[in-house]
């Protein structure tokens, strides 16, 4: 059938998802665009244009500085963890060790969990009364506000998306560590290479492209976090917890500001892309050398 088509049978296989991403990505985002120039306060059905005066009046909101600021502390605080324990992890799940399986299991059973069954078991365990302030006040210390305090409350969210993300990111370097040649190895134990050695010269380089992948999708996962907040803390307390994609939802969806949520999405994508692109140089900027 597609020798009548000839060199157009690649495209008839790719249009079906160029479709998808037309009507659920491209469009949307054109529409966001320019639903960022025009104010919505006055009547949502009948808004009218402004401009840039959306994103005048964002960069002046003091708000949306404290929310990017605590966005980038979850980026900077979760990426980390989750680009390298779970290597760590990985690696010594890679090792010949009685009940692997069982182990894979339990690591990966967080990840099968409802975010909104997560956010709420956690919401129960950080209570004032919960389990854990009973363990802080049994070992003589005073009761924290896990989610009452300003100082922890951010924190006390970002280990919710630690939690469920170890498993997953361990699933891929474990797929990535599958690829790395024996015959390597068994070099480095040959010139009495011990375990670090082994693994920083021969494990890391050949897999420093899962390693990116990791990096990138736990970044963008950070940026746009959203579940963990509204289940737990609704971006309190004094938004100290409330990241730029919450406000978003607060600003578009409980305030019916469409315009001024838009212009925030807009700015989003752009730091996205800018961490992307910083990704892009750090690991793989050899592949894109003309």
């Known amino acids: 059938m597609f020798k009548y088509y000839g060199k157009y049978a690649p495209y008839l296989f790719l249009l079906p998802a160029g479709i998808v991403l ?11 665009i320019v639903l960022s120039f025009q104010d919505y306060t006055a009547s949502i059905y009948h808004p009218s244009w402004v401009g840039v005066q959306n994103y005048i009046k964002l960069f002046h909101n003091p708000i949306f500085y404290k ?9 900077f605080v979760a990426v980390p963890v989750l680009a390298i324990f779970p290597l760590f992890v990985a690696i010594l799940i890679n090792q ?11 690591i990966y059973l967080p990840v099968i969990v409802s975010i909104v069954v997560a956010a709420i078991a956690f919401k129960w ?21 896990w989610l009452t305090d ?6 006390s969210v970002i ?3 630690i939690w469920k993300g170890i498993g997953y990111y361990m699933i891929i370097y474990l797929a990535a560590l599958m690829s790395v040649p024996k015959e390597l190895y068994e070099a480095c134990d040959i010139d009495g290479a011990d375990f670090l050695t082994k ?5 890391i380089p050949h897999i420093m492209p899962t390693i990116a992948l990791v990096t990138t999708i736990s970044a963008i996962s950070a940026m746009k976090v959203f579940a963990e907040i509204y289940v737990m803390t609704k971006g309190g307390p004094l938004n100290s917890s409330k990241t730029i994609v919450y406000y ?12 001024y949520a838009s212009a925030m999405a807009v700015v989003l994508l752009i730091i996205v892309m800018g961490f992307s692109f910083i990704n892009i140089f750090c690991f793989e900027r050899n592949k894109y050398q003309l």
């Open 125 to 145: 365990l950080y209570a004032d009364q919960g389990i854990l302030n009973y363990i802080v006040t049994a070992m003589g210390f005073e009761s924290i506000g």
């Open 22 to 32: 037309l009507i659920f990505f491209f469009i949307p985002f054109f529409q966001t």
């Open 67 to 75: 929310v990017l600021w605590n966005t980038f502390i979850y980026l």
């Open 199 to 203: 693994h920083l010269t021969v494990t």
């Open 96 to 106: 010949k060790i009685r009940g692997v399986t069982l182990y894979k299991i339990l």
């Open 150 to 155: 300003p100082k922890w409350a951010l924190y």
């Open 248 to 259: 978003i939802y607060e600003r578009a969806f409980e305030n019916l500001d469409l315009g």
């Open 159 to 161: 280990w919710v998306t």
